[in-house]
């Protein structure tokens, strides 16, 4: 599976639900997409279901179009929007932090501020969802401004402009007024900034959980024959409970031994039928 590239797997699990396959596609650009995700929201466990969701949405995808346009921008474009959507409904906190991150006195900001981390990381939140993901996929993970624009579903030159805004937007943050050399220092201390990262157990959860919706919307008659199996079971049930008459032992029922031999290949549900058959004799003979 290693050796596949992205579009081989991809047509495994669309031509034949091959779910190693999906699961090997969702491995490789998982991690990029739970980042993503946490630095937009700035919260775990949101980030948790909105690549939940962007794996279904996947692994629902009739067509070859992630493949084309590159699966990782596909799924970052995904969580990217819904990310979006998720802060919309939080804009009022958003705009307190902005406020307070813009108001805050020069004075009070210490000299070595770019060299923290948790200073960027307070300034990072205060920013839009967009311009997040721009310098987390610029700067953490290295893409490449075509990449980028893909997964905004924006032109590439549109996807430089915006970030050098970004970029220059959180360095006036740290400390207005310094010179080229501080927005590189803004960049460098942006790339060691720590990955989030989700578990092996919790990202298994999370394909698995896609995999199997996934599989029910797309094949809902495979859920058939359990569920008539069940249906047919409960059926047989009643019909003993019928028969057998209180206080009259039912040893005039059927016994298995009085089936004839079936064949091999006779299916389960022939045996029922055929149980269920002798049982509405003998209660009719009565």
């Not at 396959?21 to 919260?43: I, K, M, N, Q």
């Not at 201390?189 to 919790?202: F, H, K, Q, T, Y």
């Not at 008459?245 to 031999?261: E, F, I, K, N, T």
């Given at each position: 599976m290693n050796a596949l590239d992205d579009g081989t797997l991809l047509d495994r699990w669309r031509e034949s639900r091959d779910g190693?396959?999906?699961?090997?596609?969702?491995?490789?650009?998982?991690?990029?997409?739970?980042?993503?995700?946490?630095?937009?929201?700035?919260?775990r466990g949101l980030a948790e279901d909105i690549l939940q969701?962007?794996?279904?949405?996947?692994?629902?995808?009739?067509?070859?179009?992630?493949?084309?346009?590159?699966?990782?921008?596909?799924?970052?474009?995904?969580?990217?929007?819904?990310?979006?959507?998720?802060?919309?409904?939080?804009?009022?906190?958003?705009?307190?932090?902005?406020?307070?991150?813009?108001?805050?006195p020069e004075e009070f900001m210490p000299e070595d501020a770019l060299e923290r981390k948790?200073?960027?990381?307070?300034?990072?939140?205060?920013?839009?969802?967009?311009e997040r993901a721009l310098l987390t996929l610029r700067f953490l993970h290295g893409w490449e401004y075509a990449q980028i624009a893909s997964a905004l579903s924006?032109?590439?030159g549109a996807a430089r402009v915006r970030l050098h805004r970004a970029l220059e937007e959180v360095r006036s943050r740290l400390h207005a007024g310094r010179g080229e050399t501080d927005a590189t220092r803004v960049e460098r201390?942006?790339?060691?900034?720590?990955?989030?990262?989700?578990?092996?157990?919790?990202l298994d959860?999370?394909?698995?959980?896609?995999?199997?919706?996934?599989?029910?919307?797309?094949?809902?008659?495979?859920?058939?024959?359990?569920?008539?199996?069940?249906?047919?079971?409960?059926?047989?049930?009643l019909c003993l409970a019928a028969v057998a008459?209180?206080?009259?032992?039912?040893?005039?029922?059927?016994?298995?031994?009085?089936?004839?031999?079936l064949r091999a290949q006779e299916s389960a549900s022939a045996v029922l039928a055929s149980h269920l058959s002798k049982?509405?004799?003998?209660?009719?003979?009565r």
């Open positions: 190693d396959a999906f699961a090997e596609l969702a491995r490789r650009h998982t991690p990029v997409v739970f980042d993503v995700s946490c630095r937009v929201l700035g919260e969701e962007a794996l279904l949405d996947l692994a629902l995808e009739p067509t070859r179009k992630p493949a084309e346009v590159g699966v990782a921008a596909w799924l970052v474009r995904f969580a990217v929007n819904r990310a979006r959507n998720r802060r919309a409904a939080e804009r009022r906190r958003t705009r307190r932090q902005t406020m307070a991150a813009s108001e805050r948790d200073e960027l990381e307070r300034v990072l939140g205060g920013c839009g969802a967009e924006i032109h590439e201390v942006l790339g060691a900034l720590p990955l989030a990262s989700l578990s092996r157990e919790s959860a999370s394909i698995r959980a896609a995999v199997e919706k996934a599989r029910l919307r797309l094949d809902p008659a495979s859920s058939r024959p359990v569920r008539g199996a069940v249906i047919l079971a409960g059926v047989v049930l008459v209180p206080g009259q032992p039912p040893s005039d029922l059927p016994a298995p031994r009085s089936v004839p031999h049982i509405s004799c003998t209660h009719s003979s």
